[in-house]
């Protein structure tokens, strides 16, 4: 029998999986959105959205079961199970794909539909719960969240699943850390006077603001919450049912909060933060969701007050497509 060819060496533009796609997204000037409304300043948005899982939380999810994986807290083809509002659980779903997890995403109905059946499309098992008395759909308040946190930890027992957890497991923080923050101070060329994010779980803006301010402690950085649940600017909280979904859950217990210095907070409505995300569609092209308005809304605020003339980053956290059945768009 002839000698089989010896096996060629994987050309260095293939990647093994769709997990080594994750990161690496642009960096875009959003000159356009300043000039028409006169400001003096520039807007760097990081374009997330690009992600394998049309979100930032794809870099949480691989961060998250990696770290479990190497430290053995995951085992081997054990189930996966986390609460989500759609971005979390279509990053956490990809990953368990190519790592061999069976994956259970616990989600409010209040959450757009379209996160459901994407990843019902990746494969994992989506577990709907209702929402409190009063929620309406496409708004997820506190007390939502909390009826899917019971829902998600009671499927973790009964199925001897790793929690993957992402408002307490530190493989969320250092995944921003280690790439969302690197990233945008390299391509930036180091040229940022603030970041500004809005909070859901707080992994992205501890990751990135620790990695900013130890590069240059003068950057300042600002938490983004819905007007009406700005719980960390210490307001009562008066609109609990904002439609900015992922975030703005009216909790002050963040974990990656709590020795976390940064320099303030911008509370942005829903209505502003639905103002900006169409005017990032159809100024910039950039087709983003309800916390990317948001972002863009807030940064758009200081460049008119506070950081006038300054350079601010922020990221486009997740598609405009987790959000067609809103009113999001027209």
């Known amino acids: 029998m002839a000698d089989r060819p010896a096996a060629r060496p994987a050309p260095a533009g293939i990647l093994p999986s769709v997990v080594e796609a994750i990161g690496a997204t642009p960096l875009v000037a959003l000159d ?27 870099r ?8 479990a994986r190497a430290d053995g807290t995951l085992r081997p083809g054990q189930t996966v199970v986390e609460l989500t509002s759609g971005n979390m659980g279509t990053g956490l779903a990809i990953v368990c794909a190519v790592r061999g997890h069976p994956f259970v995403a616990v989600m409010s109905r209040g959450n757009s539909p379209e996160r459901a059946r994407m990843m019902r499309g990746l494969g994992a098992e989506v577990v709907l719960v209702d929402q409190a008395p009063g929620g309406r759909p496409g708004a997820v308040s506190g007390a939502d969240l909390a009826l899917v946190e019971r829902a998600a930890e009671r499927l973790t027992q009964e199925r001897g699943a790793f929690r993957a957890d992402q408002f307490v497991r530190d493989g969320n923080w250092r995944a921003h850390h280690a790439t969302t923050g690197p990233e945008i101070w390299q391509q930036s060329g180091g040229g940022l006077d603030g970041f500004v994010d809005f909070v859901g779980s707080g992994g992205t803006f501890a990751g990135v603001t620790r990695y900013l301010k130890a590069r240059d402690p003068a950057i300042r950085c600002f938490a983004v919450e819905p007007a009406g649940a700005a719980v960390l600017a210490g307001a009562p909280v008066t609109c609990p049912g904002h ?48 916390s990317s308005g948001a972002n863009a809304a807030a940064a758009l605020d200081l460049l008119a007050g506070p950081m006038r003339g300054a350079t601010l980053a922020i990221v486009i956290a997740n598609s405009g497509l987790k959000y067609l059945s809103t009113d999001l768009w027209p």
Request: aromatic residues 8%; without cysteine.
């Open 243 to 290: 439609p900015i979904q992922g975030g703005g859950y009216a909790r002050a217990d963040l974990a990656f909060l709590a020795d976390l210095a940064y320099d303030g907070t911008v509370a942005v409505s829903g209505d502003a933060a639905r103002r900006a995300a169409r005017a990032l569609a159809a100024e910039e092209g950039i087709f983003a969701g309800y």
């Open 32 to 58: 356009r959105l300043t000039a028409r409304r006169g400001l003096d300043g520039r807007i760097l948005a990081k374009l997330d959205h690009l992600n394998p899982g049309f979100s930032k939380k794809d």
């Open 60 to 67: 949480a999810a691989r961060g998250i079961v990696e770290a």
